[in-house]
């Protein structure tokens, strides 16, 4: 099988292609204006990783990278069947649904001496008692638990194989962002996250890429972040992102598009609709940040050190905080491992 292209050069290509999914320039300068503006807050710095993982342990230990990897498996697919009965999972006093509820769950079983982030005890969790670790506070259970096991006990099992913990394993690959991510989809089949869109082999990688990213957030903030190559990464190709692009005009959706989401209608992973929603997602973000480049470099006379990934890191806790005010744009809706 051939070698599919890369994240962001994907991106471009299903760009160029795309029959129900449109950049729009006008919201590409929008959205870089108004990253401009923010461009010396903390919003474009590695600290958004924190505020978007607030239950993260602290990262001055390892235990915070096994906790990342934990996470960033099992990050997948947490839109409700019906918007009006969602999985929540409550812990010290605050209820959450969504990616929280997995964040919750997670630093609950560790607050209950469970050693959730022990890959010795991960690689070989029952499904029984990772039903229970990811438990729902009401009758509406986290989708995809046979997924979720699946893919956790498989990860163990490669971190057991090399070095026992997350920060073993990922050392294999130096220093270097994008020796991270191909060692990540190399040896753990469930962040393979690749498809075929006109005849050509194209990836996005959206977990092994977050996963990167979360690391180096870790690490940033113990004031290691030494990590190069991180302007390789793109933005995480999800279903949220793309409803803020949407939001801010950067995306435009064809009619028949937008109708099809209204409808709820479930997109397959790997549907021609559903590339294009991500595609153009990654190559919209590509272009926010040359665009928000050029202003630092006409206005500041400074060169640019904001990322895709630290993009993502705005746009994604900026989606869920307006979310009442996108409620009018639908989310894409695929079940899968992917996002």
Same mark, same amino acid.
């Given at each position: 099988m051939e070698t599919p292209l890369l994240p962001r050069e994907s991106g471009r290509f299903v760009a160029e292609r795309s029959q129900d999914v449109f950049v729009e320039e006008d919201g590409v300068q929008k959205v870089a204006e108004?990253? /401009?503006?923010?461009?010396?807050?903390?919003?474009?710095?590695?600290?958004?990783? #924190? #505020?978007?993982?607030?239950?993260?342990?602290?990262?001055?230990?390892?235990?915070?990278l096994n906790w990342v990897f934990v996470v960033d498996t099992m990050n997948f697919s947490f839109w409700p069947e019906n918007e009006a009965q969602q999985c929540e999972?409550? %812990?010290?006093?605050?209820?959450?649904?969504?990616?929280?509820?997995?964040?919750?769950a997670v630093t609950r079983a560790m607050d209950e001496g469970i050693p959730i982030t022990d890959p010795k005890f991960f690689s070989q969790i029952t499904a029984e008692k990772l039903k229970h670790v990811l438990r729902s506070d009401n009758d509406t259970p986290m989708p995809m638990l046979e997924e979720r096991h699946k893919v956790l006990t498989e990860g163990g099992c490669v971190l057991l194989e090399h070095g026992g913990s997350f920060r073993s394993f990922i050392s294999q690959a130096g220093k270097?962002? =994008?020796?991270?991510?191909?060692?990540?989809?190399?040896?753990?089949?469930?962040?393979?996250?690749?498809?075929?869109?006109?005849?050509? =082999?194209?990836? /996005? %990688?959206?977990r092994a890429q977050i996963l990167v990213a979360d690391f180096w957030g870790v690490m940033k903030a113990r004031g290691k972040g030494d990590i190069t190559n991180m302007d390789w990464l793109?933005? /995480?190709?999800?279903?949220?992102?793309?409803?803020?692009?949407?939001?801010?005009?950067?995306? =435009?959706?064809?009619?028949?598009?937008?109708?099809?989401?209204?409808?709820?209608e479930l997109l397959c992973s790997g549907d021609r609709r559903e590339v294009e929603i991500r595609g153009c997602s990654i190559w919209s973000v590509e272009l926010i940040r040359k665009r928000l480049c050029k202003l630092v470099q006409e206005k500041d006379g400074q060169s640019c050190n904001i990322t895709s990934a630290v993009i993502d890191f705005y746009l994604?806790?900026?989606?869920?905080? %307006?979310?009442?005010?996108?409620? %009018?744009?639908p989310i894409h809706h695929t079940r899968c491992v992917f996002y």
């Open positions: 108004m990253l /401009f503006s923010l461009r010396h807050s903390d919003d474009l710095t590695a600290s958004g990783w #924190k #505020k978007a993982n607030l239950l993260a342990p602290e990262p001055t230990s390892d235990e915070a999972v409550t %812990h010290r006093g605050t209820t959450y649904t969504g990616y929280m509820t997995l964040c919750a270097d962002a =994008r020796k991270m991510v191909e060692l990540i989809v190399q040896k753990i089949p469930s962040y393979r996250d690749e498809t075929t869109y006109q005849g050509k =082999r194209i990836s /996005f %990688h959206k793109t933005m /995480f190709a999800d279903y949220r992102v793309p409803q803020a692009l949407v939001y801010l005009g950067v995306l =435009r959706y064809s009619d028949t598009l937008m109708q099809t989401l209204k409808k709820g994604w806790p900026y989606a869920k905080q %307006h979310h009442r005010e996108m409620a %009018h744009i």
